[in-house]
DNA sequence: CTGAAAGCGCTTACAG
DNA sequence: CTGAAAGCGCTTACAG
């Protein structure tokens, strides 16, 4: 079933079919309603390769995640993909997972493949990691969309998740309301949205007058445990910890409880991304809600605008929210 | 940069390109080496949408999940994703999101693109939900594979995660290693996933001579604490529940914490899934790890198979295993 | 081993 | 308001 045989279904020119197809008002209105009918009656579904392939727009969106196992990756490219998918666009979805080389390879594929534009989930691909393969390939000829990192590409938008002030505020919580004079911060590794959760974390000390700790792990039950064990090792005063990702800051909880520290009673702890980690936690994680439906929706929406003409700002911040549970309180 | 510009500047016809091209051997081995060059040489990538539109085959899949927030979906889509891309082919992602409504749509799209064929992950897709929007539009034209369900689709391949024995055996082991009698099922609604759980969890505890307990509930935390509270009231005497979702079990866990029973002291629990949240609950959950892994490899694997003439199997089954954790042990 | 030509299913100036 | 024709960038019989 194609173009040519509802043309001759309808007595009249492809042409005609095209432009009822693409809704142009050049056409008569009964010419229009008859044609519609026949299309309606067989079913009929455009070639997307063909218009595509005609018209140089192909409604299709390359997304490009860090790794979709990832909770907060999930969560926005869902996102990503539903508003995209409610705006006529479908995604092809690239699982990144850490390995450069394979970047080279997807956008290729991607631009074979003629996509709109683009939308990066992750700040690794703003960062000078993935520069290299980038920058080579993307000239800023397709509209591209990068979550949580402003790289050095001409004409590209960013949706910046303020991940900076959310740790900021979280720390003058944990001073303010909960009492606490020594916190430490427990980072996972050194891409943009790390380094800004740090710079948040850092400014607060700085302007209590407290003094920083920091630890670096890696992301998983098995590194907060271990961070804990090391920071505490070294500062057994400690009455708070931040952390960059629920995860991380579930296994610091339990390395607390193992070795009798109670949470929040001796030591606090706050978690970051505001995930089911959090709520399963025992006590229940305080964490920062860095609102991924938000962020998800806002990039899809940005590359719509972009595609069709309307100009988006080209930097998008989004505000986090700290939210309370159990894990935050007054010391005992 | 088009095939015609190849084809000029090697000069040669874009016949000749496009045999070497697609790796076909009737080409002289110096005009084969000359072409590569200049291939190379200009960097050029040919256009997917011109080579579907005349060879019919466009190396994109069609797949759908449920919802890729789920760990669950979002794993198997993650190595459905992986696998299919090492072979070649690119995924267009769709997310049902439990909206029967969205079906046609999502369908109609992935033709229009001229998918080479289907993956649907959850079992939602093979059951009586679906069959009415999947039936009408699912000709058997094209290779589909479901995962976790066997619909009545002709020619549909189908990877079925085996757990029906993998619950029946979680029964067991809680009757022989742990000592309970007195096992309840938590379900989770009425797929054919959930009836197969079931079906597991009865044929175990008609084998062993007890009495079948059973709650359905939501798929959350809370859902896991009502459906708690509502067993204990009826039933006092349990000491083991089996969950067919982690989650949902970290919800029950809670709860029979917050009303002072210990796990696994006086009452067991198993949940399902074997993801991160097992891990994170304190105790720890002993779960059944159903190699979504595997799974989504073999589906994707399958997949290519049948698109390249290999004639793949119809049904592959997945086993599942039972990991110990802490919270199954000897009654107190 | 190589190439001219038709065809894939559309869109889009252009002419009327 | 409508249509004939060219063109998008490939593949694939077919002929040589």
Redesign the pocket.
Known sequence: ????D??EKA?????????V??G?????????AHILAVLEECG????R???G?????TKTIGVMAVDIRDIHHSTIAYQVEQTLSTLGYSSILCNFSGNKNRLPDYLDMLFSRQVDGFIFIGSVFAGDFCRGELASRLDGSKPTVFINGTPSLPGAYCVIEQEEDAMKRAVEYLYHQCDRRHIAFVGMGDTASERSKRKGYEAAVDSLGLTAHTAITAQSLAGGESAVSSLLDTHPSLDALVFTDDITACGGVRRLLQIGRSVPGDIAVVGFNNSLYSEICIPSLTSIDNRMYETGKIAAGILADALEGREPEAVVSVGCQLVIRDSTGIRI
């Not at 079933?1 to 040519?4: D, F, Q, S, V």
């Not at 142009?24 to 229009?32: D, G, P, Q």
């Open positions: 079933m194609t173009i040519y509802i043309a007595g009249v020119s492809i042409t005609t079919v095209s432009r197809l693409n142009k008002e050049n056409v008569n209105a009964k010419t229009r009929y579904t455009p070639n390769l063909a218009q392939l005609a018209s140089k727009a």
